[in-house]
């Protein structure tokens, strides 16, 4: 189980990384496009498409995992803090196994569609340029799988002696 939550650990920062250098890149390219168009008359070609095909998708689920580490997700723990211990124990292995499920189901069908679109080479026509986007529907499964081992690691973790009574856990590096 160590080695599992160490992988997972460098699995997170390297989302982490990935959301934040997208961030950079997007800011990056958005403002070359627009000094392109304000001083020299001439955009930077595809910017729309790759910020909403690949910026925006790595930002959107590429950080899943580190705000299920996190537990940043939303909740409303009004009834639930006041459950008996053992209750909210059954409560959080059923919550665990839900979205577990839920998110494997999701990261599956992602899959799919990712190996249909890089078979079929998908890309955006914008303007004049065809931009190949089939690379992006990658991080989809790759986001939601993360978020999906995380949860069903955090599952294991619940079922064990002594596992966490509560959906709150603390991040290991805190």
Known sequence: ??????????????????????????????????AGRYFFGRPVPGTITVVASYYMVALSFMPLIVAERQNAHISVDLIFDRLPAWMRRGLTVLNHLFVATVLIFAAVRTWQVAVSKTNIGAAVEQGTTLIPVWQSYWLLPVGLGLMALLCVTKLIQSLLPGGTPDVKTEHPNE
């Open 1 to 34: 189980m160590q080695v599992l939550s160490k992988a997972l650990s460098y699995l997170e920062k390297l989302a982490t990384f990935v959301g934040m250098a997208c961030v950079v890149l997007m800011m990056l390219h958005v403002t070359a496009d627009v």
